[in-house]
């Protein structure tokens, strides 16, 4: 029983930055991903950025330089601050964690608008 829930988004202007929140409640254990994912209207979801339990990031290419992925010490919350932002960002941002045993979680998804 997990359960994650996105918040943070919201309408922002082209070069602002937003910063978005996952946290996950239930029985948060042996998870080794942690990330964020996107999906634009008409499009697949794609992947944005993880952190592993180690702590280490991975960041989609368009994103790196721009997005930093982290978590707080509790390892419940985990964070996407978003900067530089263009129209092309605007999706629905989801949380994603994955456990040990190949089990993936997933918010219902926030949603990011870039527009003046």
């Known amino acids: 029983q997990v359960q994650l829930v996105e918040s943070g988004g919201s309408l922002v202007q082209p070069g602002g930055s937003l910063r978005l929140s996952c946290t996950a409640s239930g029985s948060i254990f042996n998870m080794v991903t942690m990330g964020w994912y996107r999906q634009a209207p008409g499009k697949q979801r794609e992947w944005v950025a993880i952190i592993t339990d180690d702590g280490d990031t991975n960041y989609e290419d368009s994103v790196k330089g721009r997005f930093t992925i982290s978590r707080d010490n509790a390892r419940t919350t985990i964070y996407l601050q978003m900067n530089s932002l263009t129209p092309d960002d605007t999706a629905v941002y989801y949380c994603?964690?994955?456990?040990?045993?190949?089990?993936?979680?997933w918010g219902r998804g926030t949603q990011v608008t870039v527009s003046s």
């Open positions: 994603h964690f994955k456990n040990t045993w190949n089990t993936n979680y």
